[in-house]
């Protein structure tokens, strides 16, 4: 954090630095760190932050690029899934999937199909249900933006050793949990 003390301070990282945002110690516990070390975390909360941005920008390139809602892409991941694995996707199981309504689901099962991304067929074996299949189109459309983008990230990770991985695993589902922790203390 050399620029912290400086002019021309660089605000992005400062906003990760406890010794920043917290000066008074009051909600990061730095016991045992030195300031080498609390440079280095900072560095990766910077990481974690780029990642996110990232992230963001490249599910909203792809919304763009397929004219759909982050739930309509949402959904079509789900069912090119289901149709990858051999599965029959029905209304129920995107409801549950996307955590919303039965009535919401129709809503956007409508929206899908008036764009030709999905078709609705009876299910083959259950009269009472639906089966929901993503179109060849959107399919092919789906595989080549967001399928080469999962397939960068996974060259990513491929390119750590695994006890690389282990740690990067071990830190995200740290990371993870702290949302669960907030949950339960509001």
Do not use: C
């Not at 991941?77 to 995107?94: D, K, M, S, Y």
């Not at 080549?144 to 996974?154: K, N």
């Amino acid at each position: 954090m050399a620029a912290a003390g400086e002019s021309g301070h660089d605000v992005r990282a400062a906003m990760h630095d406890p010794r920043v945002f917290d000066a008074a110690g009051e909600l990061v516990d730095r016991t045992g760190l030195d300031d080498a070390e609390i440079d280095q975390i900072v560095r990766v909360m910077q990481s974690l932050r780029g990642w996110h941005d990232a992230a963001r920008r490249m599910s909203e390139a792809s919304s763009r690029y397929m004219k759909l809602n982050e739930t309509d892409m949402r959904a079509l991941r789900f069912l090119i899934a289901a149709r990858n694995q051999g599965e029959i996707a029905t209304p129920g199981a995107l409801s549950d999937y996307l955590g919303i309504s039965s009535a919401s689901t129709t809503k956007l099962l409508d929206r899908l199909e008036r764009g030709d991304h999905i078709t609705r067929a009876p299910h083959p074996s259950d009269r009472r249900a639906i089966a929901i299949t993503v179109t060849d189109e959107t399919r092919a459309v789906a595989r080549e933006s967001v399928g080469r983008l999962h397939a960068r990230r996974f060259a990513a990770a491929a390119a750590l050793a695994p006890a690389e991985r282990e740690v990067v695993i071990r830190f995200l589902d740290a990371l993870s949990a702290t949302e669960l922790e907030v949950e339960h203390e509001g």
